[in-house]
């Protein structure tokens, strides 16, 4: 692999991601990779991919960049590696690339301590009231209607978590030094924990004081938390989403809201981001947050790193560091 000289005989990597996702990525790995941006060309997107398709083997994605449809691999036939800057693959046509022998590489591990907290934090801010008393004392209520209405202890409350991988783990295990008691829904039990398993997600939801959803968004997954889930949650029941938007059937999500068929709700994500349903502004129960648990300084650094291993790997003919989990 070549790493000095001449910029064009530096390994091609595609880049198909918002230019702001980039930067750290480019600065600091430049002078191994020649990064081809899209955002850069003048050409459509089909005429750039076409004007590198019979050369690049590689290319970098994300969730929030294109999504990489089938018609995309297919305009790229030399495609051999798909590094992608997110947990999930939902963004990607596994199928297709199953087909075509193509490897994704994802940063499963590198999100999950910064995301765990963010779903600690969002569930600690709904029940306590924190950014709800906030506003009520910058708007100066505190002085003219006095003291505000109690949030709800932590400690002793059933949280049902959703999908116990990496991040659901880490969530359970700050959750128990809150004396929190843990119970969870997985594609499959896990022998090596000793919280109750539920098998169905409505059930989990109707023993809970709170759901924490930490799973990916799959076909199986997609709008699980249905009405029928929301209301087995219950009025006082708590929902936190640090997932997915899709996996919640949002339009029910936010009925229930409305009409105080749930608690309240703590979300990070939503279905048609950056589109956030308006009705939702006005509730004081409900915590809203950009889609950013995984923004940490100390996160970017270790994803750039991640990434930009996967490639040396590939292009040395290694193992990929960090191989993607079909889920």
């Not at 409350?157 to 843990?182: H, P, Q």
Request: glycine share 8%; net charge negative; with cysteine.
């Amino acid at each position: 692999m070549a790493v000095d000289g001449n910029h064009s005989e530096l390994p091609q990597v595609l880049v198909l991601l918002p230019p702001g996702c980039f930067t750290l990525l480019e600065s600091n790995y430049s002078h191994k990779f020649n990064f081809l941006k899209a955002w850069d060309s003048p050409l459509p997107q089909d005429q750039f991919l076409a004007a590198h398709a019979g050369s690049v083997q590689a290319l970098l994605s994300s969730a929030n960049g294109p999504t990489i449809t089938a018609n995309i691999l297919q305009m790229l036939p030399s495609l051999k590696v798909i590094v992608t800057t997110s947990a999930g693959i939902d963004h990607v046509d596994l199928a297709e690339c199953r087909s075509r022998g193509v490897a994704i590489a994802s940063t499963p591990k590198i999100f999950t301590e910064d995301v765990a907290d963010m779903a600690v934090g969002l569930l600690l801010d709904v029940m306590r009231k924190i950014s709800a008393g906030d506003r009520y004392v910058r708007d100066g209520l505190w002085a003219t209607r006095g003291d505000y209405a109690l949030g709800s202890k932590i400690r002793g409350k059933r949280v049902g978590i959703v999908g116990l991988g990496n991040i659901g783990l880490e969530v359970a295990k700050r959750l128990e030094a809150f004396g929190c008691n843990i119970l969870y829904n997985s594609r499959t039990e896990k022998p090596f924990v000793s919280y109750p398993f539920y098998s169905d997600i409505s059930e989990l939801a109707a023993n809970s004081d709170a759901l924490v959803i930490c799973c990916a968004l799959t076909a199986e997954t997609h709008h699980m938390i249905n009405k029928k889930v929301l209301l087995a949650l219950g009025r006082d029941g708590v929902i936190v989403n640090i997932g997915r938007g899709a996996i919640i059937d949002e339009k029910e999500m936010v009925r229930c809201l409305v009409k105080g068929e749930i608690g309240g709700a703590g979300l990070d994500v939503f279905e048609d981001e950056p589109e956030v349903p308006e009705e939702l502004f006005a509730l004081d129960n409900v915590v809203l947050s950009p889609h950013y648990a995984t923004f940490t300084p100390e996160c970017f650094i270790a994803l750039c790193e991640l990434v930009a291993g996967n490639f040396e790997a590939f292009f040395s003919n290694k193992p990929l560091l960090s191989p993607a989990v079909d889920n």
